[in-house]
């Protein structure tokens, strides 16, 4: 195949094309970060259920905070770690509509850790998208409530030590404690397996709450290769070897009872 | 329901944000304002709409600021403590130029202070409270019968500057009961919303969002704002004047504090003192021009707030050296005394009175 031809023939299968949902634009993101294949995605599942027009997102404050630039959808900004309380408003005015909230490990399980347990609690009718990345990237690379035991930040630099500062918060297990929730699950953008896991997860999610099934959390764990000090490459090895020993993959909860 | 009814403060504004057209509202429990949120968790679901007693003040704000977002009206109301919680969202409203109604029933502070009635929030309210360049339109009421009216317009209000509107009142006048004539009207018209998310059918995805990492941008943004704000400024003063036509001395009062003045220049003028009160309605804008005008006129100014003597300071602006002022004030929950007011009257009637505040 010559690479300098730009239509494709007659007879080329395309296997792949950018979703209608993600904006045609240059990222912003840092090379090897997680967040784009997130925002990809989110895309894709919005796509294939057909709900690009009726889908309104809250983004984060946090580096996904211009998730406006890249998703073809209405969004709206939240202040920070408010998105879910966002999110619950905007969904209790237009039942109808799909919203989600996209939010990293700052934004949900600091500073928002009130409003994510309650909106769980309530089982208000969401889709939560949440990026653990085990660090504060936009600020610079600070302690998150998920950064591991022993890892060095800007507010760790001796690495973070449980003695003091806490253990890794597993949001997905804390959630499967209440009774509203209604899908919970972990996956990793470690690979293509783990992006096609996401997308699954995320399909089920997004499909559920069209379905009135109720509140949804999808947490992924995401490369954040500038704050894990890391190279793309490594980082991808940082989340397979570091981060889901102590934040397991799985379903946690399905169909609204949680998985044993 | 009759249309005429014996009230407490809290269910008017409950009842006038229902008759607004006011379509989801979310609170937090706090004393004095408990019969608000209780009336509405009663009354919404009656009407079919949305109710949520929310996890905290930040959440209500934040739930008003998602509602109001899809187009819909919204309200949180709240007493002091909490009002300083939700700080934060009224800053982000106003920055995205989204219309939202906010109730302060105030109560004695600082910290978590008392229960009983204050208007030391007034700062708070006027000069912006959360951060960065901006205004709340503030409406004071003082009678639940403005309690119930000033709600619905604090719904046009909003809708028509795009802005968050704060009702300032206190806890006497939210637990107080008198009687009241219902709004009979349709609610009020609401405009075209066209930057409301409502899902991008047919149409460019819409985004509500106040950050602007271009200082350019940021500063275009603000100076909109102040445009929007002088506007306001130019036809939105409100304001009651009450044997001014005359007056010799001039009390200054909002709210319960204007009830308490009233009362005292009642007195007054029963003693030949030629007593008058202006009571501004909207306290931001405020009355500034008005003011500067009856000061030249008079011999003197009372100011009664029960504060430390807050709006005290934008009288002082508006009157410069043009006549002396002085103030009566109560904090910590404590209610000005008529009689106290009277003699402060009294005192800035006598025609060598030095050493007023001004
Ligand atoms: C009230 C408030 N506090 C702090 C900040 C500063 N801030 C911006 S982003 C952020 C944390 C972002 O980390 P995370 O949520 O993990 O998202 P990431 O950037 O890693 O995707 C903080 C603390 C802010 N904008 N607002
Ligand atoms: S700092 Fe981290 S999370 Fe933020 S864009 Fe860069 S890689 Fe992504």
Redesign the interface.
């Known amino acids: 195949m010559s690479t300098s031809r730009s239509r494709p023939k007659k007879t080329d299968r395309i296997i792949y094309r950018r979703p209608l949902s993600l904006v045609d634009r240059p990222t912003h993101f840092c090379p090897g970060c997680g967040h784009g294949t997130a925002h990809k995605l989110i895309a894709e599942v919005l796509d294939t259920l057909k709900i690009?027009?009726?889908?309104?997102g809250?983004a984060p404050v946090g580096c996904a905070?211009?998730a406006?630039y890249y998703?073809?959808?209405?969004?709206?900004?939240?202040?920070h770690g408010?998105t879910p309380?966002?999110?619950?408003?905007?969904?209790?005015?237009?039942p109808d509509?799909?919203v989600f909230s996209y939010q990293g490990d700052g934004d949900l399980a600091a500073i928002g850790m009130?409003?994510t347990?309650?909106a769980a609690n309530?089982g208000e009718n969401i889709t939560v998208v949440f990026v653990n990345n085990s660090v504060y990237g936009m600020t610079g690379g600070q302690m998150a409530p998920t950064t591991l035991n022993g890892q060095k930040t800007a507010t760790s630099p001796c690495g973070r030590d449980s003695r003091s500062m806490g253990t890794p918060i597993r949001i997905c297990e804390l959630l499967n404690t209440l009774d509203s929730p209604w899908h919970i699950e972990r996956v990793a953008l470690d690979g293509p397996a783990g992006i096609r896991k996401a997308r699954k997860a995320l399909l089920t999610a997004f499909k559920g709450q069209m379905e009135g099934k109720g509140y949804s959390l999808i947490e992924i764990l995401s490369p954040c290769p500038i704050h894990m000090r890391l190279t793309p490459r490594d980082a991808v090895r940082f989340i397979k070897e570091g981060m889901i020993p102590a934040f397991p993959l799985g379903v946690f909860r399905k169909e609204g009872k949680p998985v044993t | 329901m009759h249309n005429r009814v014996l009230m407490n403060g809290n269910d008017a504004i409950g009842e006038g944000a229902i008759r607004a057209g006011c379509h989801a509202y979310f609170g937090y429990p706090i004393t004095p304002q408990n019969e608000l949120t209780s009336y509405m968790a009663k009354h919404m679901p009656e009407h079919g709409r949305v109710f949520i007693q929310a996890e905290s003040e930040v959440a209500a704000i934040n739930m008003v600021f998602g509602a109001v977002v899809t187009g819909k009206r919204a309200m949180t109301s709240s007493s002091s403590p909490g009002i300083s919680l939700k700080q934060e969202g009224l800053s982000y409203l106003a920055a995205a130029e989204l219309p939202a109604v906010v109730v302060n029933v105030q109560r004695g502070g600082p910290g978590l202070g008392n229960i009983a009635p204050s208007q030391a929030d007034y700062f708070q309210a006027t000069k912006g409270g959360g951060h960065g360049d901006y205004h709340l339109i503030v409406l004071a009421p003082n009678s639940v019968q403005e309690m119930h009216d000033f709600t619905i317009d604090a719904f046009a209000l909003a809708d028509r500057y795009r802005n968050p509107v704060m009702i300032l009142t206190d806890g006497r006048l939210g637990q107080m009961m008198e009687p009241l004539v219902l709004y009979k009207g349709a609610p009020p018209k609401s405009p075209p919303k066209p930057w409301s998310l409502t899902g991008a059918r047919n149409r460019k995805p819409n985004h509500i969002r106040s950050l602007l990492l271009e200082v350019d941008a940021l500063e275009e943004r603000n100076l909109i704002l102040q445009a929007k704000y002088k506007t306001i400024l130019a036809e939105l003063v409100g304001f009651d004047e009450y044997l001014t036509q005359d007056a010799q001395v001039l009390a200054i009062a909002y709210g319960s504090s204007a009830r308490i003045a009233k009362g005292a220049v009642d007195q007054a003028r029963a003693k030949g003192i030629k007593a008058g009160l202006l009571r501004p309605i909207t306290l931001w804008p405020f009355p500034r021009a008005r003011i500067r005008q009856l000061a030249a006129k008079v011999k003197g100014i009372l100011v009664v707030e029960m504060s430390a003597g807050q709006m005290l300071e934008d009288v002082q602006l508006a009157v410069g050296e043009r006549s002396p002022i002085a103030f009566e004030g109560r904090m910590g929950g404590a209610v000005p005394e008529e009689s106290d007011v009277l003699t402060a009257l009294q005192h800035l009637n006598k025609p060598t009175r030095k050493g007023a505040r001004s």
Do not use: Q
């Open positions: 690009r027009e009726k889908t309104i809250v905070v211009m406006y998703l073809n959808c209405d969004i709206s900004e939240a202040a408010r309380a966002v999110a619950t408003g905007i969904k209790r005015c237009l509509r799909i009130a409003e347990i309650h309530r």
